[in-house]
Structure formats: structure tokens, C-alpha cells
């Protein structure tokens, strides 16, 4: 994962992946620790793939966070699936940026889950 200002996040995190293994299928989520100072119950992000060949996807999703249970947890983190039986058919970088699609308080970290 990647720091964030917790303060107000809303500028774009990348994260870069190198690949391999062009026959795996494999699961990707977006990764996000937060504070008590989040407040909401989903998150609108804009993620953009961008593939070794240089071409680009881009989706927007709706995070949808479970409830906490804990009420003495200060910093809790969760991973959100989005996609399922990916397949990276290229060798060389993916670079996978996250961008919020507001300013939003609490998010200490975020990333991308590849399994």
C-alpha cells in the first residue's frame, strides 16, 4: 500500500506491478487502511490500468466498506475485490493508479491486491 494524507486525499497513487506469468488467473481488489476520521460507508475511486504496451483502462468503482464492529479500532484496513479471473497476457509493467473522486478524510493508505 501507499501513504495517503489522511488530512484530505485526493490526489492519484500508482502502484507498480511487474509480471511474469502471462497463463495465471488471478483476483484484483483495491487495499485501504482508514482512521475513525472516515466517516462514510463507500468510496467512489477512478482506477486506471495502464498495460506494458502502453494502453489504458480506466473504471470507476464503489467501494463499499463493512461496518465496523470495534469501537475502540483506530486504524482498520480492508481489501474490496473488483475483478475476478484476470489475466495478465503481457511480460513487463502494469501500473495500476488510484484516484479518488473527491477529497476525502481518513484514508491512510490505499493499494492494489493481486491473489
Known sequence: MRPVD???WHKP????????DTVAL????????????????????DVQTSLPDARQCCERLLLKFEPKYDAAAVVSSQSIAYRDKVQFDQCGYYIFTITPCR???????VGVEIK
Not at 30 to 45: E, I, K, P, Q, W
Open 26 to 45: 488471478r483476483s484484483l481488489s483495491v487495499a485501504v487502511r482508514y482512521n475513525d476520521n472516515f466517516a462514510s460507508d463507500t468510496l467512489s475511486v
Open 103 to 109: 477529497n476525502v478524510k481518513g484514508i491512510e493508505a
Open 13 to 20: 497513487v500508482s502502484v507498480v506491478v511487474e509480471n511474469e
Open 6 to 8: 489522511p488530512r484530505g
